[in-house]
């Protein structure tokens, strides 16, 4: 697959002009199939998403923070939820939750391969994996707000926009941070 993709590009532009050499350092075997297992991780995430969102819509959910807002009296941020409500938000966490997991488990297997289960990689591994994507959880959060709430723009489509911006954020914390290839010397330690 990964090789066809290569050739169908290279059918396109030519490899040794400046977009084929970009497009030969890009169509690596790593990111294509990140970005694979990136869409798949983001059809889970939608799908949750909106499964959440008319689930919750159809129950009368207001949602957490419309709720708390209101318990607590804080008027000025329950008027901004009264028109729209926020079980967008609430939505949008669980639908998270559900592909972080599912991004876990795919990128450490087949993006990076990272094969080792033993306690102490695998469990630093998830921890980076989970800071990492907490850190872009508020991204995606931050970037909902602002366009659904504060712009006025759709569910759906902020959704989408905001979910291309947390992939190459996504992608480039797992790389450098998360799943680091070790040097020799790091892999000759952790063996011992």
């Not at 799908?47 to 819509?57: D, E, G, I, T």
């Not at 607590?72 to 939820?81: I, M, Q």
């Not at 469990?123 to 994507?133: C, N, Q, Y």
């Not at 941070?177 to 063996?191: L, N, Q, S």
């Amino acid at each position: 697959m990964i090789e066809f993709l290569r050739r169908i590009a290279f059918k396109t532009v030519k490899k040794e002009s400046f977009l084929g050499k970009i497009a030969d350092r890009l169509l690596t075997k790593e990111i294509i199939l990140y970005l694979v297992f990136g869409f798949l991780t983001t059809a889970v995430n939608l799908a949750v998403f909106f499964l959440c969102n008319r689930a919750f819509r159809a129950a009368g959910w207001e949602g957490a923070l419309s709720s708390l807002f209101v318990k607590n009296g804080w008027t000025k941020a329950a008027e901004l939820f009264s028109a729209k409500g926020s079980e967008y938000l609430d939505s949008t966490f669980i639908a998270w939750l559900v592909a972080v997991i599912f991004a876990f488990v795919t990128n450490k297997l087949f993006v990076f391969e990272s094969k080792s289960w033993a306690p102490k990689t695998a469990s630093k591994e998830f921890a980076g994996f989970m800071g990492a994507r907490i850190f872009s959880l508020f991204v995606e959060l931050a970037g909902m707000f602002l366009l659904v709430t504060i712009c006025g723009f759709g569910e759906l489509i902020s959704k989408i926009f905001v979910g291309i911006i947390v992939i190459v954020i996504n992608y480039l914390l797992s790389k450098l941070i998360v799943f680091k290839k070790k040097k020799p010397r790091e892999e000759t330690e952790e063996k011992e």
